[in-house]
């Protein structure tokens, strides 16, 4: 896809954008709803996943055009090249005799070339053309795979709709991941800037007089200490923006701005977890099971419908015409037409129905066994996505009381240094906790919005329409 077509579509349906006015460029500002209305809508999986829908409804169709009439047109020409010979053995009439009775021509004494001629039956040119028609009448086969074709439609379906579950979650994830390292790259800005300060105040006093100078190179190493940490936080949202714009179905070069930080999610958390649910009956794995075990009866009765008879109409409607000599000359063409009933009921095949049979129900019996187990494993994986939930929910409340309070030592320092009541070192070390905190408690935001976006995919219950709608009610 262009890069430019898609950067002035977005920019007309999103109609939020923000302007850089050091470049004077304008960069759409992406939502996470928009996000993932782009990817559903761009998205090569989604694509190909819609396709196997349509390629599943065509072979649909294929089966049901076989319960109605086939009807053909065909031609033929051929040209003898030896006719075929006639003998006919008829008692008194003399030259028709048969080969067999040599020795009474010998005794007659009658030559036997002469008295052996066959008549030559049969015309030079032969032409046949007409039309042909069959329907089958009763076909019980034929039945129970229409109703087998209507499963794998909805089989069809509900992997089209496991495709997008899986990129909602993909795209989720790659959204909180940026968002992540950019609120990362926040903080560790902010940490350096703050080291930066502090660098350029020592340095200004060391030309005073008032420091040394390896209180200008103690600042100067803790500031350049923190620059690896840039630059890995600046390649962590680059890998994060181009695994979400892969998702997206953009070009990598494509620019966009997200909405808000991993705070803006803080604020109803809590009220989404109280809300969670653990009914996972619309859980991909298991509709698929379902409709999968469907499918498997449905192939059983398919089976069993092989030991009844079928019955076949068929009707022919043809023009022949034969002659002498050139083959483009005397046409005499007669037509003709039959119609007929063909009952056809097996009997013995070798025990090859017998054996079809037991495997479509050993298939069917394998399902059960198989939901079951599946059933189990995803009760767990909800019980624990559900326990990750509470247990970072916990670990956010804990880090924010956690940041106010690094927050309150760091100003409580701050202000102890510039009065010199404390050192250096004091005030890097509250620094340094301040830091961590913040990016503790966004880690443990980030772990959250994952562990909810797991029990969401597990659940089944994405509101996937409403995303679609997300992106094209803003047109």
């Known amino acids: 896809m262009n890069c430019s077509n898609v950067f002035l579509a977005l920019v007309c349906a999103l109609g939020s954008v923000s302007v850089v006015s050091a470049q004077s460029d304008s960069v759409p500002v992406l939502s996470l709803d928009q996000c993932i209305g782009i990817a559903l809508s761009e998205s090569p999986t989604i694509k190909v996943a819609d396709m196997e829908v349509s390629r599943v409804d065509y072979s649909r169709k294929e089966t049901l055009g076989q319960l109605l009439p086939s009807i053909s047109f065909g031609a033929s020409y051929n040209r003898t090249l030896a006719k075929q010979v006639m003998y006919m053995n008829m008692d008194g009439f003399g030259g028709m005799d048969s080969p067999d009775d040599e020795d009474q021509q010998s005794r007659a004494g009658l030559d036997r070339k002469a008295s052996d001629g066959g008549i030559k039956v049969g015309l030079d040119n032969s032409y046949n053309a007409g039309f042909t028609a069959s329907m089958p009448l009763i076909a019980p086969q034929l039945w129970q795979s229409m109703k087998l074709s209507d499963s794998q439609i909805l089989r069809s379906v509900e992997q089209a709709r496991s495709s997008r579950l899986e990129l909602i979650n ?79 179905g953009l070009d990598a070069d494509f620019s966009f701005s997200t909405e808000n930080g991993l705070s803006a999610y803080e604020e109803t958390m809590y009220e989404s977890a109280l809300n969670q649910s653990r009914d996972y009956s619309r859980n991909s794995s298991l509709v698929l099971n ?137 005030l890097r070390d509250s620094e340094l906790s301040l830091t961590r905190a913040r990016l503790t408690r966004f880690q443990a935001i980030y772990n959250f919005l994952i562990a909810q976006s797991e029990l969401e995919l597990l659940l089944g219950n994405a509101p996937v329409d409403s995303y679609t709608a997300s992106l094209n009610s803003l047109n």
């Open 170 to 248: 993909q795209v989720k994830s790659a959204y909180y991941t940026l968002l992540l390292a950019e609120d990362s790259r926040r903080v560790i800005n902010e940490s350096y800037d703050m080291a930066k300060l502090n660098f350029d105040i020592y340095t200004k006093k060391h030309e005073a007089g008032a420091a040394s100078d390896y209180d200008v190179l103690r600042t100067s190493v803790a500031m350049k200490n923190i620059e690896p940490e840039l630059m890995q936080a600046e390649i962590s949202i680059k890998q994060a923006r181009l695994q979400l714009l892969i998702l997206m």
């Open 290 to 426: 379902s409709i999968d075990s469907s499918i498997a009866r449905r192939n059983v009765n398919i089976q069993k419908a092989a030991w009844f008879p079928t019955l076949a109409l068929s009707a022919n409607y043809n023009w022949t015409s034969m002659s002498n000599g050139s083959p483009l000359r005397n046409f005499r063409w007669t037509p003709y037409s039959s119609i007929g009933l063909s009952l056809s009921f097996p009997i013995f095949e070798g025990g090859q129905r017998y054996s079809r049979l037991k495997q479509a129900k050993l298939q069917a019996a394998e399902l059960v066994v198989q939901r079951e187990n599946l059933r189990r494993s995803i009760d767990s994986q909800v019980t624990l996505a559900i326990d990750n939930i509470n247990v970072n929910i916990k670990q956010i409340a804990s880090c924010s009381e956690s940041v106010r309070e690094a927050e309150r030592a760091h100003d409580i320092m701050q202000r102890s240094f510039e009065i010199g009541a404390a050192s250096y070192l004091d």
